[in-house]
């Protein structure tokens, strides 16, 4: 059974702090790896993955895949309370399928 | 530019009663779908469409229909409520297969609760 794993579930740090968040997973037919963030509402987009060991970045934000260890992490650097939400892995596997994680809830204290 | 539209944003069923969740985009976008989101689940794909006429099951399809007879919309129907359907549903759109981008588009999303 294919499935994506996130940890921590929650999290809770000041402003300032960096922020590392897992995901791991175990599927069929892997394609890509997404990350996205969900605050009150919709997800939105933040990266997506194909090949390991190249970071992707954005501002304060920076990602990573190892695709023989089958996992992603992202970094969050000097965290602000606007980066408090839920942050979601997925995996893209053949067929336009995506398998969620459960998510890992970031609370950013002032 | 209203991106993806859902309707309605709440709305409260009784066991065995019918409804359709409506998805609406104005993008242009092939590639469309539907996700449930229960707690500590993440979002779990119910239907998806690669483009108009084309629909095909996700990961959790039983209770759940779909069609797509134009580009722009996308409807959820479940034909008959149950309470584990009681969840919220999210609708998501993509410019391209989503193994190209990797980026959805979704909804405000849609809370349902089947009494």
Known sequence: ?????????????????????????????????????QEKKAPTFLFMLTSSGIEKKSGRLSSILDKKELFSILN?????????AVYLCAVIRAGNMLTFGGGTRLMVKP | ?????????????????SMTLQCAQDMNHEYMSWYRQDPGMGLRLIHYSVGAGITDQGEV???????????????????????????????ASSHDRVTNTGELFFGEGSRLTVL
């Open chain 1, 1 to 37: 059974e294919d499935k994506v794993v996130q940890s921590p579930l929650s999290l809770v740090v000041h402003e300032g702090d960096t922020v590392t968040l897992n995901c791991s997973y175990e599927v069929t037919n892997f394609r890509s790896l997404l990350w996205y963030k």
């Open chain 2, 61 to 91: 399809p039983n209770g759940y229909n779909v069609s797509r007879s134009t580009t722009e919309d996308f409807p959820l129907r479940l034909l008959s409520a149950a309470p584990s359907q009681t969840s919220v549903y999210f609708c």
């Open chain 1, 76 to 84: 969050i650097t000097a965290t602000q309370t606007g980066d408090s």
């Open chain 2, 1 to 17: 530019n209203a991106g993806v539209t859902q309707t309605p944003k709440f709305q409260v069923l009784k066991t065995g009663q």
